[in-house]
């Protein structure tokens, strides 16, 4: 699984030109899953993202969570995470997980997070969306669990 964590202002996702998910101060996360990861590799995500503390304290130090500024939370599935372009121009994506398989774990990813979050917002499996966000930092990091 790979996460693309970037620390935001605000951020939005709308498909078909509806807003389906909104959040202000927290974590947009693009979230990739390949062939091997199960619902224990999602959980072991949603758990590392909850905890990491890369939001600023009174110091100006990262020592915060995600829990500890009561930030929200804006999923959005993202199988190009795991393009590989290493051969010729055009990316191949052999790696990224069949659709239902994904669609699944995203789905598990959602509803472990349910309740661990001051709020959890998302986009459409599979939709072609639009992504709005105002970085901060900008701070963006990259989460692999394998």
């Known amino acids: 699984m790979k996460c693309l964590i970037q620390r935001v202002l605000s951020a939005s996702v709308s498909a078909d030109g509806k807003c389906t998910g909104s959040i ?43 829990d500890d500024v009561c930030g929200e939370l804006l999923v959005v599935s993202q199988f190009t995470l795991y393009a590989d ?38 986009g459409i499996f599979g939709a072609d969306m639009k992504v709005s966000l105002v970085n901060d930092g900008p701070f963006t990091i990259m989460l692999e669990t394998d």
């Open 24 to 66: 202000e101060r927290g974590f947009l996360v693009f979230l990739g899953i390949t062939h091997t990861d199960t619902e224990q590799t999602v959980e072991k995500a949603a758990e590392k993202i909850r905890k990491l503390r890369i939001f600023e304290d009174e110091k100006g130090k990262t020592n915060l969570s995600i």
């Open 85 to 122: 372009c290493l051969r010729g121009n055009r990316p191949g994506f052999e790696q990224a997980a069949a659709p239902a398989h994904a669609n699944r774990l995203y789905e598990h990813f959602l509803s472990f997070c349910e309740g661990k979050f001051a709020k959890i917002e998302h």
